[in-house]
């Protein structure tokens, strides 16, 4: 693991919805083939943090590079093309398209994505259901898909936005283990989680937040010492 | 003899209906394609569509280029127009409230159909179908004029097909899933800004290339456009803007039933459309088709 | 439509500004007729009042209506048709539009309630113009031709409307009483639930308010008061055509109101009086009045959307808040 030049670096983060300081200088790294997860309660920034480094919010300021690459000068359909994937908490499975369609739709951004074969492989459900309505797959189904479409694209990085949310226990298991395979296979990941036992399973650093910040980072070794103090920002 | 009208007479008013509802069904098309993408209702549609009637008849007269090559080029020139726009203006109302598209689109109906008012008055101008297509055919219970029979098979062809490309291909899938969730496409990596800007300019396009196959069935006319436009917009109230198909549909079935009434209480066939949109709207408010009330 | 209307910027300073505007307004419409031709300001009158009746409905309820000419130039024919025809008075022929308007209000309303946003804006359009055909058939209206020659009569058997001065005022008196009536109603308890059906229409729903009830009514004000202004104008022009309920007309009276600014009191008087002032300039040159009100628009539209009013309003505003 490169430990000197990050993949993705997020430095003084300030973001907007309108009138509304959501962030107030958000600071992060995330290394090659690490999977990082966001911690904090509702409404401290997580999601806005992943938003605003897509570009989906545009009311931003600071400093998001990727590759040494300036993100924030980038209109919000090139973003995908420096080589970042974004599923959303709600998922954001379109209604009008087949689940086949809602797969092929993001637009492959650089090689090294993985085959429609090779997915079906890891989602063989997917592959059954591939005629079916998008929307008519059950919640874990169409988490599946929004992971498993941005496979398709090629990119480095993946900003996963809750994906166990009202999931049951079974399916949680399963995302688990998907996105054990996507780490072997070198994918980076940033994830939102409030899922304490999915995250310490996969991840290998957290970041906890606090108040549109970034209070502190640590390694997965140092969960179990702080679980108390987590305990109680997180009111879990 | 059918119920005391003359059989005639009967299929003559269907086929005006059906050649009505022709043109129905490809501008409700194009309103709802516009409509889902842009969140507008394009006003203008029946500017542009008099200015792809008038595009074709000034091909003629200027440069005495036809109808084949008119039936290419009328859209094309129209939607370049509609590009030029949306870049300019539309693109810039996408934030606000939906109501100001449609009074901006208002606004340059207006100026369309003043400028065509200035240069060429109010009396319509004639324009010949295609020799290839002049004359008739003789049915046996009715004459056929080829060109109509063109018109209906052609617009057929042209919302069938534009039906199969939104629905079968994948830039009908982008266009599909920017139409439920833009911001979301964009984020993929689709132009989302360039799929509005064609959007628009095929909608127009489609628009240009109704108006140059009604030249030669109406006169080509300033005024051709806006006493249609309102019609088709009691059409897509009717059936709904989120179903392509069923935009389609309601333009040929609210044309025939135009035409039925010709048949039976004249009087009224000006009227039908808009009451048959009362009705609707008393029993499903939300259209034949449509899943927004 | 909530980001069209501007009550933030309505601050004391614009209230204030407001009632100076009006003060001097109504001294300047006594003196008017001294200085105007009285036939000019009457339609000026006319169409101010016309506006502010649009407005009441746009800017305070927040529903585009495109089929306001039904209202304006039907009354315009019931009253024509009750003078001239049945030899009514002029205020009962008045009445009579009015009532009529009300009905046409109450029917389109009921209809176009049914659907919001775009969809009311198209239907009420279809409606309108399924009145204009109805119009154009129908034997009372003549057709082509309209009602000509229609008497002015004597107002109460008392005052002789053939005089350009008494209808002038007679005019006027009907546009201050239109105008205080729509005040009245804005700033009722009504008007502040209209308000807030404009602002979040959920929101009102689940406050438990019966938003489609106020919406109709709503409506039916406004098409009342349109009518009021059209069955004047019927009198002071003498006659009733297919123009006043023609679609054209219900893309003026909305250009009237966008322009002066809307949810404003004033700004729909101020552009009805611009719009008809250009109508009157342009009408003896060749270029074709459809281009410049249509340019209007888009501008309009796409840089000022506050209106003039509203933009002077927001000026102000910025102005003051700077002072303090």
């Not at chain 1, 009138?19 to 999601?47: D, I, Q, Y």
């Not at chain 1, 259901?129 to 694209?153: D, F, H, V, W, Y």
């Not at chain 1, 409030?194 to 980072?217: C, K, P, S, W």
């Not at chain 2, 060429?120 to 010949?128: C, D, F, K, L, P």
């Amino acid at each position: 693991m490169n430990k000197t030049n990050p993949l993705l670096s997020v430095s003084d983060l300030h973001a907007w919805y309108g009138e509304s300081h959501a962030l107030h200088g958000v600071n992060l790294e995330v290394f090659e083939g690490e999977t990082v997860t966001l911690l904090g309660r509702n409404g401290v920034g997580k999601t806005t943090t992943l938003r605003a480094i897509m570009g989906l919010i545009r009311k931003r300021t600071g400093k998001i590079e990727f590759e040494g690459k300036d993100l924030m000068r980038l209109p919000l359909h090139r973003t995908a093309y420096a080589g970042i994937g974004f599923v959303p908490e709600e998922r954001g499975i379109f209604a009008t398209l087949s689940v086949e369609e809602n797969l092929m739709l993001p637009p492959v951004v650089s090689k090294g994505g993985m085959t429609i074969e090779e997915i079906y492989k890891l989602f063989p459900n997917l592959e059954e259901r591939r005629n079916s309505q998008g929307t008519k797959l059950s919640g874990g189904e169409q988490q599946m898909l929004a992971i498993a479409r941005m496979l398709r694209t090629g990119v480095k990085l993946l900003l996963l936005d809750e994906p166990t949310e009202g999931l049951a226990p079974v399916i949680v298991e399963r995302i688990g283990e998907v996105l054990k395979t996507l780490k072997q296979r070198g994918m980076t990941i940033l994830l939102v989680e409030q899922n304490f036992r999915f995250a310490r399973r996969i991840a290998d650093r957290f970041y906890l937040m606090e108040h549109g910040v970034v209070t502190t980072g640590f390694p997965v070794e140092e969960l179990d010492e702080r679980m108390a103090v987590l305990h109680e920002v997180l009111g879990v | 003899m059918i119920f005391g009208i003359p059989i005639q007479a009967l299929f003559g008013q269907l086929l005006v209906g059906l050649i009505n509802g022709s043109f129905y069904a490809m501008l409700s098309l194009g309103l709802a394609i516009i409509f889902g993408m842009l969140r507008i209702i394009n006003f203008a549609h029946g500017a542009q569509y008099m200015l792809g009637a008038f595009a074709g008849y000034m091909l003629l007269a200027y440069a005495g280029i036809g109808y084949w090559p008119a039936l290419i080029l009328a859209p094309i020139l129209v939607g370049l127009t509609g590009i030029v726009i949306e870049r300019l203006a539309l693109s810039r109302l996408y934030n606000l409230d939906h109501l100001y598209g449609l009074l901006f689109t208002f606004g340059l109906a207006l100026v369309l159909e003043g400028v065509f008012r200035y240069y060429y008055g109010v009396s319509g101008q004639a324009y010949s179908p295609p020799p290839l297509l002049a004359g008739g055919t003789n049915l046996g219970f009715m004459f056929l004029p080829n060109y109509r029979a063109w018109v209906v098979v052609a617009s057929l062809i042209i919302c069938l097909g534009t039906w199969l490309l939104i629905e079968k291909t994948k830039l009908g899938a982008y266009l599909r899933a920017a139409t439920e969730n833009p911001s979301l496409v964009q984020a993929f990596g689709v132009n989302v800004p360039l799929l509005l800007t064609l959007t628009y300019g095929i909608g127009c396009g489609l628009a240009g290339l109704a108006g140059i196959m009604a030249a030669p069935v109406y006169q080509v006319s300033p005024l051709m456009g806006s006493n249609l436009i309102i019609v088709v917009f009691a059409v897509v109230v009717v059936g709904g803007m989120g179903s392509i198909l069923g935009a389609i549909i309601t333009g040929y079935v609210l044309g025939l039933a135009e035409g039925l009434t010709k048949v039976f209480y004249p009087e009224a066939s000006s009227i039908v459309i808009f009451v048959i949109m009362a009705i609707v709207l008393l029993l499903r408010p939300a259209g034949l088709f449509g899943k927004d009330a | 439509m909530a980001d069209v209307t501007m009550t933030g910027t309505q601050s004391t300073v614009g209230t204030r500004l407001e009632w100076l505007l009006i003060a001097v307004g109504i001294v300047a419409l006594v003196a008017a007729p001294f200085f105007f031709y009285p036939i000019f300001l009457m339609k000026l009158l006319c169409f101010a009042l016309f506006a502010c009746a649009f407005n009441l409905l746009l800017g305070y309820t927040g529903l585009l209506s495109f089929g306001h000419a039904a209202f304006f130039g039907g009354a315009a024919y019931f009253t024509a048709h009750a003078v001239k025809v049945w030899g009514w008075t002029p205020e009962a022929g008045v009445l009579l539009g009015v009532a009529g308007a009300a009905v046409l209000g109450l029917v389109m309303g009921f209809l176009a309630i049914r659907r919001q946003g775009i969809y009311f804006a198209m239907i009420t359009l279809a409606l309108a113009q399924m009145f204009f055909f109805f119009c154009l058939q129908a034997p009372f209206t003549h057709g082509e031709d309209g009602i000509q020659g229609v008497p002015r009569g004597d107002l109460f058997g008392l005052v002789d409307l053939r005089m350009p001065t008494n209808m002038y005022y007679f005019v006027l008196v009907v546009f201050l009483i239109g105008v205080f009536a729509i005040w009245r109603i804005v700033n009722s308890p009504f008007g502040m639930i209209l308000k807030s059906i404009r602002e979040n229409e959920n929101r009102a729903i689940s406050l438990g308010y019966s938003v489609q009830r106020y919406k109709l009514a709503a409506f039916v004000m406004s098409a009342v008061l349109a009518g009021l202004a059209g069955s004047v104008k019927a009198l002071v022009f003498q006659f009733a055509t297919l123009t006043d309920v023609g679609w054209q007309m219900s893309g003026e009276v909305i250009l009237m109101t966008l322009l002066g600014g809307i949810g404003t009191m004033v700004g729909p008087i101020v552009g009805a009086a611009l719009v008809v002032t250009l109508q009157n300039y342009l009408a003896t040159s060749e270029f074709p009045v459809t281009v410049v009100t249509g340019a209007i628009f888009m501008i309009c539209v796409l840089l000022f959307r506050r209106g003039i009013v509203g933009e002077v309003y927001a000026r102000l505003a910025n102005w003051n808040g700077d002072r303090h």
